[in-house]
């Protein structure tokens, strides 16, 4: 264990949590000495500090990986799955523990924090169950002459980039696939949030999984190290979650080496109302398509286009609903809606809402930045959005709802896919026949129907246009992390 950790004060954990960088099998500060101050949101205060990576320690952890690389892919599918399982198990004994470390870095509320914990787990979970299920075939060819053999094989090293909204589901979700299909990897969570990263990879240390297969790397200076690392010739998967441009930036630097990429990017939700829906289902699915981690998801809920008919009475309720939120510190139980991530937050959503109120949006909630200490903005709902607003084109990534009415099923769908981003969709409508033809028209990767919460780590998680490439979650996760491999056969 390194000398560096953190252990939060009046909380009582497993351990106290590493604040080095996991290289193999040590953790090792940066050798430049240099730190980086991690801040909760929710009083603007230092909560402690963590290394500072280089290029010369990025390429130590490829060193690391590559070094367990060879053991791991030849780990027998179902010690790597016992791995896994024990992982999950880990995770899961210390829920409480770390639900209140996210809360800490993060400012989300408890009950969400535990939401995501439980999520992150069911990764493990999940991919312990498909690690004895990477199936190969065997097809005899069209001339009958011989057969065609496919065997899926550890793609290589992974470097997996994760952002500070979900700190450990993020993770999990591309840590356990890559395991699962053999692979090693480097984690680089986001400066932001590191501390759930690094108690993760502790936990998982401490379930079995061997030295170098999992590293954590954390710098304040990503371009120079990533772009190392990805030009290192033994790292073979990029996977990213993060912005569309930076995933932009990503995808040049890997196309040096050709590397394959798996990119969850941007989104931009609607949330389609239709007249003929229950109005009370749709403002349940509305709080959480809008609230959950308070509006800082890529799968939130950025733009509500209601019927008219039914529009004034959504409007309504939905003002109810938010306005009886208790806005407070992440880590008090009370708290419904926690803090945004830092001060550049605050001021993205203040420019969004001023710009829609500009071009004649009524503020029907909130619409105000809370004057305390910490980052808050409170639960906001803006009406008569017109089009061209910049809030309708951006991730608000807030807890703010846009409100636009619309006339017909057309002009619904057609606002609903005028933007470059395709990652999820919500439809509430009592006619389901008429929900899956809508779920089908939207240029969406994942359509949630009189559902407010798309996520599940059973099913393929990705989107479409700008919103990404590939898939994470499901058995198409795994997959991501596989080479398909043709052997002809003679016969």
């Known amino acids: 264990m390194t000398a560096n950790s953190f252990a939060p004060t009046g909380q009582t954990g497993p351990f106290a949590i590493p604040t080095d960088l996991l290289i193999g099998e040590h953790w090792a500060p940066a050798a430049s000495g240099k730190r980086i101050d991690v801040v909760n949101p929710s009083s603007g205060e230092v909560l402690t500090s963590i290394a500072d990576g280089g290029v010369d320690e990025a390429i130590a952890t490829v060193d690391a990986a590559d070094a367990a690389a060879a053991g791991w892919a030849a780990t027998p599918p179902r010690k790597r799955a016992e791995i896994l399982l024990a992982c999950f198990h880990a995770m899961m004994a210390q829920q409480e523990w770390l ?5 800490l870095e993060n400012g989300k509320a408890l009950t969400d924090a535990r939401g995501e914990v439980a999520y992150a787990a069911e990764f493990f979970r999940w991919y312990a169950e498909e690690a004895v299920r990477i199936n190969g075939e065997l097809t005899m060819a069209p001339s009958g002459a011989n057969r065609i053999m496919v065997q899926y094989q550890p793609i290589g090293i992974a470097l997996l980039i994760t ?17 699962a299909a053999g692979c090693t990897c480097i984690l680089k969570p986001a400066e932001e949030t590191p ?7 502790e936990i998982m240390r401490r379930a079995g999984v061997p030295a170098g297969v999992v590293n954590v790397f954390n710098t304040s200076d990503p371009g120079p190290a990533c772009s190392a690392m990805l030009h290192d010739p033994r790292v ?9 441009e930076v995933g932009r930036i990503l995808l040049r630097e890997a ?5 394959s990429s798996s990119m969850e990017l941007g989104g931009n939700a609607p949330f389609l109302v239709l007249d003929d829906a229950d109005l009370d289902e749709a403002i349940e699915g509305a709080m959480v398509a809008k609230m959950r981690n308070a509006g800082e998801a890529c799968t939130a809920a950025n733009r509500f286009y209601v019927q008219r008919g039914i529009h004034d009475a959504f409007v309504a309720k939905l003002c109810e609903r938010m306005g009886a939120l208790t806005v407070g510190a992440g880590t008090d139980a009370a708290t419904q809606c926690g803090a945004m ?8 959503i203040e420019r969004l809402v001023a710009d829609a109120v500009d071009r004649g949006a009524e503020i029907r909630l909130g619409g105000k930045t809370l004057d305390r200490p910490g980052f808050f903005y409170p639960p906001s709902v803006i009406a008569n959005v017109q089009p061209g607003s910049e809030i309708l084109g951006t991730e608000v990534f807030g807890p703010v709802a846009a409100v636009i009415a619309f006339d017909d099923v ?6 609903a896919n005028a933007t470059e981003y395709g990652l999820a969709a919500y439809v509430y409508t009592g006619d389901l026949k008429r929900g899956l033809q809508l779920a089908e028209r939207i240029e969406c990767g994942m359509v949630a129907v009189n559902r407010g919460l798309v996520s599940d780590a059973a099913a393929p998680f990705g989107g479409m246009k700008q919103s990404g490439l590939g898939r994470e979650g499901a058995h198409h996760g795994m997959l991501e992390y596989c080479e398909a491999k043709y052997i002809a056969v003679s016969w």
């Open 195 to 201: 501390l759930t990263a690094l108690a993760v990879a």
């Open 236 to 244: 073979r998967k990029l996977s990213f979650t993060g912005s569309t």
């Open 341 to 348: 991530i830092n001060q550049e937050s605050i001021d993205k």
């Open 163 to 179: 952002p500070w909204n979900f700190p450990a589901a993020m993770a999990t979700r591309k840590i356990a696939p890559a395991l």
């Open 99 to 103: 639900a209140q470390i996210i809360s």
């Open 410 to 415: 057309d002009e619904a769908v057609a606002l």
């Open 255 to 259: 196309a040096d080496q050709v590397i």
